[in-house]
């Protein structure tokens, strides 16, 4: 809920600067509880399912065998009651026959009739029955027509029907005798079934009845139950294998017919797997598997988590660093000018603590007394409005009592939501940079009457090393001609060459004069675009030759143009073909001196070369050659070249010094920007 406009903003409480100095814990150790925990509750999971798996399985199994087990039980409690049916019908047809006073041979005798059970009624079962009386036990000639032949067949089947006609006589109770042979010794499906009757304790005969055990057995076993398996007869000496599906298990119901090793083989074909335990399995896996993968997506926002986690961190240690080591003083306060938060900079640089400023309002304590009103107003503004681009420069007074120069600038301080809470302020102490531009200054008079005095001194030394030569030759000439003025060996006429030749000189130390005036007087370059080769035959046309000495300017037929100061250029080539004319004549060569300008027009720049028959440079002056107050000349100065460089680099051009392959002397070569614009290039 917004307050009202007068009310004055709470101080957010989330906004708690301390935090970025804490240390936060190294999370390894929980991530490996975390990563140990995960990993137990996947094996756990694992177990699960395995177990599941398991136990329907073995649920299965014990399902199978269960049912197994009833079905057998079933099987040979139905095949036991129908055969014992099927002895009750038999028995019923004996006492028809014994008391109706039949005792003939069933082939004979009128055929009984009877309401029989399931075996009786079913076509094919049984394939002959008839009585036998006692007397005729073992008379094959008197038994019913198919007891004569299996008889007959095989001397097996006469010895167990004999067995059988004993067991019953013995042991007054129904007995069962086969398979039968056939004459080839293979076995039948046909069983004889004799059941004994007994009239008043005597033994009065057997009834007896030839079965088709498949017959039977098919009709035995019910559709419902043959529907998922195959049901087949076998012997105890039978090694046929069923028919049935690979993987499943036959099982064997005893029949339990006395005589008899018979057993009906039940072989499962595609049984219907447990429901129940399936679907629960089923339901199970699908919980374990949502589990699972909440578990990852769980595990991915941990891992985010903990990587914004780390990179917080990162940010906050990064802050605390950059916080520690800076020497910018950080303030914060809100809109109503309490201090939030200060950094150790800025308590250094005003000598408080922290608890002695945070929460503190104006006056502040380190505002000067004599500067406190002046000092609430401009609060007042920086609360309402900040700071401008370049800062606003205060004072601030230490606790000792000095005074300190600040620059603040200040940038709204907002929550995430873009409310502003007030103000962050930078406090940079420029106190030394207030000293810099004071001495700055103090120094600046002082280097500018050094300066007036170092012109004066490069006037003086550019004069005595122009005016050395035109002096020292008016010197000469005024020698020279006092000595035959006075030995009277002079006339008029000879005086006058010599006296124009000493106005000459003396012309020309005063255009030297001239000269370094108008160069000290000029402290700025002036450029103008100026034709180098105009230059050179004005400046040389008024160098006087001495004899011996030649001069020769090479390529003068075109102009090159560049950007110079004429003045400074006169002075340049003066210096360089006045220092070969000195040089020339100390070679061992007639003195010459030869004066050329080269152009790179691909470079930009023209060199002038000025080289003389003099003895040359050593290699080792080489490098110092341009140094002030370095000569190779006896009585030199060191300035003449010095002044050269100056000039040369000064239009962003250079000089060099090597030998001469021609005139074997030194060789000067300066080169200087060609003018910008149309240039007048010779044609080849």
């Known amino acids: ?49 395995v177990t599941l798996v398991l136990y329907l399985n073995t649920f299965e199994r014990e399902e199978e065998e269960r049912r197994k087990t009833t079905d057998a039980q079933w099987l040979e409690q139905s095949v036991q009651f129908h055969f014992r049916r099927l002895e009750d019908d038999l028995v019923v047809l004996a006492r028809q026959v014994v008391l109706g006073g039949d005792a003939v041979p069933a082939t004979t005798a009128k055929t009984p009739s009877v309401q029989g059970g399931l075996l009786w009624r079913e076509p094919g079962v049984v394939l002959s029955h008839g009585w036998l009386a006692a007397d005729q036990a073992h008379d094959a000639q008197l038994g019913p027509g198919r007891w004569q032949a299996d008889w007959s067949a095989h001397p097996g089947n006469r010895q167990v029907l004999a067995t059988m006609q004993d067991v019953t006589r013995g042991l007054r109770r129904s007995a069962y005798a086969g398979p039968m042979h056939q004459a080839d010794g293979s076995l039948t499906d046909v069983v004889w079934l004799a059941v004994p009757f007994f009239e008043r304790g005597q033994f009065a005969g057997n009834y007896l009845a030839a079965v088709a055990m498949d017959r039977a057995a098919k009709g035995l076993v019910p559709t419902w139950f043959t529907q998922n398996q195959v049901v087949r007869l076998v012997g105890a000496e039978s090694d046929a294998s069923p028919v049935r599906e690979p993987g499943a298990k036959p099982y064997l119901a005893a029949m339990n017919l006395p005589g008899t090793d018979l057993f009906l083989e039940v072989a499962p074909q595609g049984g219907t797997p447990a429901t129940v335990p399936r679907i629960f399995f089923l339901v199970a896996l699908l919980f374990l598997l949502g589990m699972t993968v909440s578990l990852i997506a769980l595990r991915r926002d941990f891992v985010k988590r903990q990587k914004m986690q780390v990179l917080l961190q990162a940010e906050v240690a990064l802050r605390t660093a950059m916080e520690n080591s800076v020497t910018i003083g950080l303030r914060a306060w809100d809109l109503n000018g309490k201090i939030l938060y200060v950094n150790e900079a800025f308590c250094r640089m005003v000598g408080y603590g922290v608890s002695e400023l945070v929460g503190k309002s104006a006056p502040l ?42 620059l603040i600038h200040e940038a709204p301080l907002t929550t995430s939501g873009g409310e502003q809470l007030g103000w962050m302020s930078s406090v940079l102490d420029i106190s030394e940079r207030k000293r810099v531009q004071r001495m700055a200054a103090l120094q600046q008079e002082k280097l500018e009457a050094s300066g007036r005095l170092v012109a004066v001194g490069e006037v003086a030394s550019t004069l005595a090393h122009e005016l050395n030569q035109p002096l020292g030759a008016l010197s000469s000439f005024a020698s020279g001609l006092l000595n035959r003025l006075r030995g009277d060996s002079i006339t008029a006429q000879e005086m006058v060459p010599v006296v124009a030749r000493m106005a000459g000189l003396a012309e020309r130390a005063g255009g030297v004069i001239q000269r370094v005036n108008a160069l000290a007087r000029k402290r700025e370059i002036s450029r103008q675009r100026l034709d180098m080769m105009a230059v050179l035959k004005r400046v040389l046309s008024g160098v006087q030759d001495l004899p011996g000495r030649q001069m020769v300017v090479l390529d003068a037929d075109h102009p090159v143009w560049i950007d110079a100061d004429e003045l400074l250029l006169e002075h340049l080539v003066n210096n360089l073909v006045g220092n070969a004319l000195d040089w020339a004549h100390r070679g061992g060569h007639p003195a010459q001196v030869r004066v050329g300008v080269e152009c790179d027009y691909a470079q930009g720049m023209a060199a002038l070369v000025v080289a003389d028959t003099g003895p040359g440079v050593p290699a080792e002056a080489q490098a110092d050659i341009f140094n002030a107050f370095f000569s190779t000349k006896e009585g030199g100065m060191g300035m003449g070249l010095a002044i050269c460089r100056s000039i040369v680099e000064a239009h962003h051009g250079r000089i060099g010094v090597g030998r001469d392959p021609d005139l074997g002397g030194a060789r000067f070569t300066v080169w200087l920007p060609l003018a910008q614009g149309p240039t007048d290039v010779p044609s080849p």
Request: no cysteine; glycine share 6%; hydrophobic share 45%.
């Open 365 to 406: 304590p380190y505002w000067p007394q004599d500067q406190a009103n002046e000092l609430r107003l401009v609060h007042r503004d920086i609360i309402a409005q900040g700071t401008r681009d370049d800062g606003v420069e205060l004072q601030f007074q230490h606790r000792d009592g000095h005074l300190v120069d600040v």
């Open 1 to 49: 809920m917004p307050l009202p406009p007068s009310a004055p903003p709470p101080f957010d409480a989330s906004l708690d600067f301390a935090l970025l100095q804490q240390t936060v814990p190294s999370p390894i150790g929980r991530n490996r509880r975390a990563l140990l925990w995960l990993l137990g509750f996947s094996v756990l999971l694992v177990g699960a399912v």
